[in-house]
């Protein structure tokens, strides 16, 4: 289990979590604040408000090719509501995977890849640095 604690403006960059070290399902419990996180892949975009002591469960797709983020903001607009962040705490529950990942996304699995030998040209990944003091590196992969 992992353990993150947010506070209003905090967010994670988009990301999806490493096929190697973990089990193909994994879920997060959010305590606190409501937030809107985002999914991405290729050109589609969603974006779901999840309320408080709401539980997402990632797999298949969702788990290992749509990137999750959350934005750096303190108010969420949801249709004609708006939601001010306060503290968020997220449990993140995940299995420790025993051998490697044999997932059929092999474009996006570092364990193929690198059993494969192959690479991934820079364009696939969403290089997004950034540098301020305030993103406190929540990010978990």
Not at 63 to 69: D, M, V
Request: some cysteine.
């Amino acid at each position: 289990m992992t353990i993150n604690n947010y506070t209003p403006g905090d967010g994670i960059p988009p990301h999806w979590d490493s096929h190697s070290p973990f089990e193909d399902v994994f879920c997060s419990l959010s305590l606190g604040s409501g937030v809107t996180m985002s999914f991405s892949h290729k050109d589609q975009q969603r974006h779901l408000y999840i309320k408080p002591r709401s539980l997402l469960i990632f797999s298949e797709e969702a788990r290992y090719i749509w990137e999750h983020s959350i934005s750096l903001r303190k108010i969420d607009r949801v249709e004609d509501n708006v939601y001010f962040r306060k503290r968020r705490v997220s449990l993140t529950f995940r299995k420790i995977r025993k051998g490697e990942c044999n997932c059929i996304y092999t474009n996006h699995c570092d364990s193929q890849i690198k059993k494969l030998g192959t690479t991934i040209p820079l364009s696939d990944f969403n290089l997004n640095c950034n540098l301020n003091s305030e993103n406190k590196g929540k990010k978990t992969k």
